[in-house]
């Protein structure tokens, strides 16, 4: 007998619309995007919108460029669901063999590997699309993401902490922001990269120990399983680098007492996830991975503020 299929799987946001307005034969292609799952395009977005935020600190505007700002959220949804889609062909196989992963899309036969392909192709150009609207440096610095992005789907068979490389990845539009606003880089916006890459390793650390034992049958190595009995201590020292390169990048960036208060709440907040991990607990590190959308938008709000206030 065929085993059932989910209608929905067990982390996405529960009535979403995709599961319930969306065409029958589209929501198999949106699940295979997550679109059902926001928080993912959020957390690939923030770090675009809070570059974007420092290069207007920097240069002295009153608000981080808006149409960049719209821009980068089409794109964070296009390229999160490019992203998925890939991460899924790669790991069609491993999927079958993880309890989370079995009922998504494609090991689970709702969307063939032909369609799979054409899908991840229409989101690329979309993705195209938008970048191309950068100057040239920005879109040379969009492209030499990919290599990065084709990676990191193999990083989980023997490397040990593949959410290096998956933040390498999540944590590019901290560049991009500054690139689209000065046509350059320059050490604040490498500065804001690194602390955005030690937020992905500590965020996603959290979210795979929903996984730890299956993980373990499968062979997946991951952050958590690494980390193991100190997976608190762990994910607290990812935390404190990424606060500590954020503080650095504002003072490169000449930023002033809002931002700093910003980045102080952020910082509570990291805190806070740190104090409420509870490695036999998915669920709870489920609802922990996904209020970093929440202290992200926190850090946003306050760089904003920042450059409204400098520019009076």
């Given at each position: 007998?065929?085993?059932?299929?989910?209608?929905?799987?067990?982390?996405?946001?529960?009535?979403?619309?995709?599961?319930?307005?969306?065409?029958?034969?589209?929501?198999?292609?949106?699940?295979?995007?997550?679109?059902?799952?926001?928080?993912?395009?959020?957390?690939?977005?923030?770090?675009?919108?809070?570059?974007a935020a420092l290069a207007a600190i920097a240069a002295g505007q009153p608000w981080?460029?808006?149409?960049?700002?719209?821009?980068?959220?089409?794109?964070?949804?296009?390229?999160?669901?490019?992203?998925?889609?890939?991460?899924?062909?790669?790991?069609?196989?491993?999927?079958?063999?993880?309890?989370?992963?079995?009922?998504?899309?494609?090991?689970?036969?709702?969307?063939?590997?032909?369609?799979?392909?054409?899908?991840?192709?229409?989101?690329?150009?979309?993705?195209?699309?938008?970048?191309?609207?950068?100057?040239?440096?920005?879109?040379?610095?969009?492209?030499?993401?990919?290599?990065?992005?084709?990676?990191?789907?193999?990083?989980?068979?023997?490397?040990?902490?593949?959410?290096?490389?998956?933040?390498?990845?999540?944590?590019?539009?901290?560049?991009?922001?500054?690139?689209?606003?000065?046509?350059?880089?320059?050490?604040?916006?490498?500065?804001?990269?690194?602390?955005?890459?030690?937020?992905?390793?500590?965020?996603?650390?959290?979210?795979?120990?929903?996984?730890?034992?299956?993980?373990?049958?499968?062979?997946?190595?991951?952050?958590?399983?690494?980390?193991?009995?100190?997976?608190?201590?762990?994910?607290?020292?990812?935390?404190?680098?990424?606060?500590?390169?954020?503080a650095a990048a504002f003072i490169l960036a000449d930023a002033g007492p809002v931002?700093?208060?910003?980045?102080?709440?952020?910082?509570?907040?990291?805190?806070?996830?740190?104090?409420?991990?509870?490695?036999?607990?998915?669920?709870?590190?489920?609802?922990?991975?996904?209020?970093?959308?929440?202290?992200?938008?926190?850090?946003?709000?306050?760089?904003?503020?920042?450059?409204?206030?400098?520019?009076?």
């Open positions: 007998m065929d085993r059932p299929v989910a209608s929905s799987l067990p982390d996405a946001v529960r009535g979403h619309w995709a599961d319930r307005w969306a065409p029958v034969r589209l929501r198999p292609y949106l699940r295979l995007a997550r679109i059902e799952r926001p928080i993912g395009w959020w957390l690939l977005l923030l770090p675009c919108w809070w570059s981080p460029n808006p149409v960049h700002c719209v821009l980068f959220l089409i794109g964070a949804v296009a390229m999160r669901g490019a992203g998925c889609t890939y991460n899924d062909i790669v790991d069609r196989d491993l999927d079958t063999r993880v309890e989370r992963t079995r009922d998504r899309p494609l090991p689970s036969g709702q969307v063939s590997l032909k369609g799979a392909l054409a899908f991840l192709a229409l989101q690329g150009l979309v993705g195209l699309a938008v970048l191309l609207q950068f100057n040239a440096f920005a879109i040379a610095t969009g492209f030499a993401s990919l290599g990065v992005v084709a990676l990191y789907p193999f990083m989980k068979r023997f490397f040990w902490m593949p959410q290096i490389v998956l933040g390498l990845a999540f944590a590019w539009g901290a560049l991009m922001g500054w690139a689209a606003a000065f046509g350059s880089l320059s050490p604040a916006a490498v500065a804001l990269y690194l602390g955005s890459i030690a937020w992905v390793v500590g965020y996603d650390t959290i979210y795979a120990l929903q996984d730890i034992e299956d993980d373990e049958i499968a062979g997946i190595k991951s952050s958590a399983r690494f980390f193991g009995e100190r997976v608190r201590l762990g994910v607290a020292a990812c935390y404190v680098l990424t606060v500590l390169f954020m931002a700093f208060a910003g980045l102080a709440l952020f910082a509570l907040h990291l805190a806070w996830q740190v104090a409420r991990i509870d490695r036999t607990d998915g669920a709870g590190a489920l609802r922990l991975f996904r209020s970093n959308r929440d202290a992200g938008l926190i850090l946003f709000a306050a760089m904003a503020l920042e450059s409204f206030v400098r520019a009076l």
